[in-house]
């Protein structure tokens, strides 16, 4: 049976790593369940110019759930333990913040916070420039909970020579977490 990853697009800039995640994640046959929150949207089709029927289109497989069904399997810890991980990518500091404070406006939220209390691996591929202590303050209360915070800040190392390339650095730092084999990147000295 394929394992299973909870996948949330929320609306910070960077819908692509998010995109490319659905790529890479449906390739590896992972089954994904899929939130995207309602500014997710606006920046997938701002900055990617990609639809929900689009979305649907291009990922049959993926379980879209809808970001105010609190009643989702996914919204309990009995179902949540027996998933691989959580990945918002790309996350909000508004998110992030609602994360920090065990504050659910939305299933995104909840799936975060069962995922912390449960111990399941979360990612938050966190977006925005600069920081302002408030946001430190959030990324440090999550990193305490158990979350991990990732930066969507690509290196250099890898000789990057296309905006692929560097989309694909992040998003495999991002499996990279989760301990799922990739190639997306070379490493280090490779
Ligand atoms: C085009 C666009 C880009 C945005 N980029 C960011 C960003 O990089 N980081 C961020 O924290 N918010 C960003 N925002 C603001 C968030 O979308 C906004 O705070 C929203 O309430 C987040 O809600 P969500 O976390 O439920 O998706 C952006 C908004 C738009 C329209």
């Known amino acids: 049976m394929s394992e299973s990853i909870v996948l949330c697009i929320t609306g910070a800039s960077g819908a692509i790593y998010g995109y490319r995640?659905?790529?890479?994640?449906?390739?590896?046959?992972?089954h994904m369940d899929l939130i995207v929150s309602s500014s997710g949207w606006l920046v997938l089709r701002e900055e990617l110019g990609k639809t929900k029927e689009d979305i649907k289109r291009d990922?049959?497989?993926?379980?879209?759930l809808n970001e105010k069904d609190l009643l989702s399997?996914?919204?309990s810890g009995s179902r949540l333990v027996k998933y691989r991980g959580v990945l918002?990518?790309?996350?909000?500091?508004?998110?992030?913040?609602?994360?920090?404070?065990?504050?659910?406006?939305?299933?995104?939220?909840?799936?975060?916070?069962?995922?912390?209390k449960e111990?399941?691996?979360?990612v938050l591929l966190i977006r925005e420039a600069p920081y302002s202590s408030v946001h430190l303050k959030n990324m440090l209360e999550v990193a305490?909970?158990?979350?991990?915070?990732?930066?969507?800040?690509?290196?250099?190392?890898?000789?990057?020579?296309s905006l692929?390339?560097?989309v694909d650095f992040v998003v495999g730092k991002v499996l990279d977490a989760l301990r799922i084999e990739h190639n997306l990147y070379r490493r280090w000295r490779d």
């Open 144 to 161: 305490q909970a158990g979350g991990i915070i990732l930066p969507a800040s690509p290196g250099f190392y890898h000789k990057p020579q």
């Open 119 to 122: 111990r399941v691996p979360l």
């Open 88 to 116: 918002v990518a790309p996350c909000s500091m508004s998110t992030l913040a609602c994360v920090a404070h065990g504050i659910n406006q939305n299933l995104i939220h909840r799936v975060c916070e069962v995922a912390l």
């Open 21 to 30: 995640l659905l790529e890479v994640l449906d390739r590896l046959g992972f």
């Open 59 to 64: 990922f049959p497989s993926a379980n879209l």
């Open 73 to 75: 399997p996914v919204a």
């Open 164 to 166: 692929q390339e560097l």
